[in-house]
């Protein structure tokens, strides 16, 4: 039987939305390339919309340039006010890269961007690479422009060369801690990873004896350009239009590998299997020890979270990965929803073994009020999610695990680790304890039923 899909009333307008602006994900994505820095071709608004979102969630100073529209612009077009931005950026951050993000009003009112830099090339040649990225936030959401951001970083700094020990990783939306345990798991196979992108130090680094107009770390260009010639592509991206994997693989015949985000012991074995192949190695032991203690801890907590009912929202791609992980866990997803309109959440869950024979309610192009008229109906026990869902949860009066992005009512969301049997392991742990929290809240004794 296949899942309801939930059709949402299309005649009314989208109210607390369950994603964040597209050039956010493109500012992200540069905060993850060395030495680089990031224009908003737009109003000033939309950079301090984003800078919000991120500085809640990564507590880390998070510059990000505008061409800083007016009248004049929206009505004579940004050319003058984004080359006196790239100007100004270039002096005052000495950047070596530069992503170029339209708004929404940039688009609406049609500058070329891309022609606006040529022009601009043409006319200061400073060596700066400027890298235009369309990101109009009417037709996609912040998952849209990170992964046009990754693509045409690759479009524009992947070289051929000589095949080496690098294999390219295309993580999509994950926190910091994330990528530097997918950093570890890679190396461990002595495998050397080219994470794009990788903002593991810029958006959770330590504190600086002296200040820096760009946080150090990040993806540097010499690496980007060994994008061409490495061993293989792995992606846990679900985009097949600004697919990176398939664009080196077409490009440069580098083999391209789809992954689920690895969450759960299943999605990590399927990792670590990928990796076992590239590499002719065997996992070390630190990995097969944390595998078995996550296995045991699953027995150890499964009549805890058992058919436990549970609402799930995010990222189309992330957001699969976690229903998978419920499935896994035992937990009953009920209902899933994402506000991405370009991937399909349906196709992505298609092949989950779901664990009662009422399927979940799948929902795409989803807002907060459409998720809690529906979650009303389904009497659950948790809502897995970002920060944004914290409403969702006082409404219906269940907890909320706080996973993916934005975090921005907690401090760490940075540091919340989600994948490898590690990351599994604190997101098990998380669950299972907020259960038995709320069992014990309800308790005479003081105790959970548990
Ligand atoms: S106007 Fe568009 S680009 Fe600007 S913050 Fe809003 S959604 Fe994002």
């Known amino acids: 039987m296949n899942s309801p899909v939930y059709k949402k009333n299309k005649s009314s307008a989208t109210q607390n939305t369950c994603t964040l ?13 060395e030495n680089s820095m990031m224009i908003l071709h737009g109003g000033q608004g939309c950079a301090t919309y984003i800078r919000r979102y991120i500085i809640g969630t990564c507590r880390e100073p998070v510059d990000i340039a505008s061409s800083s529209f007016s009248e004049t612009e929206v009505i004579f077009g940004g050319e003058f006010s984004l080359g006196k931005a790239i100007d100004n950026v270039i002096a005052q951050y000495h950047p070596e890269v530069i992503g170029i993000a339209t708004t929404c009003l940039a688009e609406t009112i049609g500058d ?5 830099i040529k022009k601009y090339n043409a006319k200061k040649n400073t060596g700066v690479h400027l890298i235009p990225i369309s990101t109009p936030s009417y037709k996609g959401t912040h998952i849209d422009g990170f992964n046009a951001a990754v693509y045409a970083l690759c479009d524009f700094f992947a070289q051929p060369g000589t095949k080496e020990n690098n294999v ?6 994950l926190s910091a801690a994330d990528l530097r345990h997918i950093a570890e798991i890679v190396r461990s196979f002595k495998l050397e990873p080219i994470i794009v992108p990788d903002y593991s130090q810029t958006l959770d680094g330590g504190v600086w004896k002296t200040y820096h107009s760009i946080a150090p770390g990040g993806t540097g260009i010499a690496r980007l350009k060994l994008l061409g010639s490495v061993r293989s592509a792995i992606s846990f991206v679900t985009d097949q239009v600004n697919d990176a994997a398939g664009l080196l693989h077409a490009r440069f015949g580098v083999p391209a590998q789809y992954l689920p985000v690895p969450i759960g012991v299943k999605a990590t074995d399927s990792f670590v299997d990928t990796l076992k192949t590239i590499s002719g190695r065997e996992p070390d032991s630190v990995l097969v020890q944390d595998r078995a203690r996550l296995i045991d801890s699953y027995i150890d907590g499964h009549k805890m979270v058992y058919n436990k009912k549970t609402i799930l929202y995010g990222d189309a791609a992330f957001v699969s990965a976690m229903a998978r992980f419920s499935c896994e866990i035992g937990l009953c997803p009920v209902c899933i929803a994402t506000g991405d309109r370009s991937a ?21 192009d989803a807002d907060f009020t459409d998720i809690l008229e529906l979650s009303r109906t389904l009497n659950p026990d948790l809502v897995i999610g970002n920060s944004k869902g914290y409403q969702l949860s006082c409404e219906l009066g269940v907890p909320l695990i706080r996973v993916g992005f934005p975090i921005a ?20 742990d998380r669950i299972v304890n907020t259960i038995i929290a709320r069992s014990q809240e309800s308790s005479d004794i003081g105790y959970g039923t548990y």
Do not use: M
Not at 112 to 116: E, Q, S, V
């Open 409 to 428: 009512d907690r401090i760490g969301g940075e540091r919340i680790l989600h994948t490898g049997y590690k990351g599994s392991q604190e997101l098990y």
């Open 21 to 33: 602006c597209a050039p956010l994900g493109a500012s992200v994505v540069f905060k993850g390339v």
């Open 168 to 173: 390219g990783i295309f993580p999509g939306f």
């Open 344 to 364: 399909s959440l349906k196709k992505l869950v298609a092949d989950i073994e779901w664990p009662s024979a009422q399927k979940p309610h799948i929902v795409e």
């Open 112 to 116: 070329d961007i891309n022609g606006i």
